[in-house]
């Protein structure tokens, strides 16, 4: 593995159904986040984790939850999916050594939601 | 609030020079990032601004003024391959990182 990784890299879903997204860095990053991304809304943040075993809130968490169980993986559940959750879903993780502050990004994963 | 406005879509030439403006308005400030989108593809980062000034990196080109709320993108030498999104973004004082919605820059041989 070299960076992060998302899966599935596309997902069709029928509403209500829970469905899990899965990230995974290999960079040893203690930062991690979810975004959603969708036509004319920019990148918006869902949650974050700032270091193993804590998570918060971000801009739009509802029907979303995740965990930290290490530093590696970040996974991405929603609970009973609405259409309203068809979007480009983000993993990234922050680098912050050296004076450097950069966010890394996975390929994305694209969920319908139908 | 907290906003980050950047033009929606922008047409340039190639072999030209482009100017992406972007203008912020959050609680605080600790960075202004630029990111570069191609279509499909996930973010790639380009620029890191944390002080007023220039910060050049081989054809592209980051400036902020943090007294008016201002960055801009500089690109030059315009490539076919540069048809791609461009977002800002701008850390707040709580350490989140506030996005654009992004320039879509379009070239044109």
């Known amino acids: 593995i070299a960076g992060i990784t998302q899966a599935p890299t596309s997902q069709i879903l029928a509403a209500g159904r829970r469905m899990t997204l899965r990230c995974t860095q290999d960079m040893r990053h203690n930062a991690m986040y979810w975004y959603r991304q969708d036509l004319g809304l920019g990148l918006r943040l869902i949650h974050y984790s700032n270091t193993a075993g804590t998570t918060g809130k971000g801009e739009v968490p509802d029907g979303y939850s995740v965990s930290r169980a290490n530093t590696d993986d970040f996974p991405l559940t929603l609970a009973s999916a609405v259409p309203s959750q068809t979007s480009v879903y983000f993993c990234?993780?922050?680098?912050?050594?050296?004076?450097?502050?950069?966010?890394?990004f996975g390929p994305g994963t694209r969920l319908t939601v139908l | 609030g907290q906003n980050i406005d950047q033009p929606t879509e922008m047409t340039a030439t190639e072999g030209a020079i482009v100017q992406i403006n972007c203008t912020y308005q959050?609680?605080?400030?600790?960075?202004l990032f630029w990111y570069q989108q191609h279509a499909g593809e996930a973010p790639t980062f380009l620029s890191y601004?944390?002080l007023d000034g220039l910060e050049e990196k081989g054809r592209f080109s980051s400036f902020l003024s943090r007294s008016k709320g201002y960055s801009y993108l500089l690109l030059k030498e315009l490539q076919m391959k540069d048809s791609a999104s461009y977002l800002c973004?701008?850390?707040?004082?709580?350490?989140?990182?506030?996005w654009g919605a992004g320039t879509k820059l379009i070239i044109k041989p």
């Open positions: 973004a701008v850390i707040n004082s709580n350490y989140q990182l506030i």
């Open positions: 990234a993780s922050r680098d912050t050594s050296g004076g450097s502050d950069t966010q890394y």
């Open positions: 959050t609680s605080g400030f600790n960075g």
């Open positions: 601004n944390v």
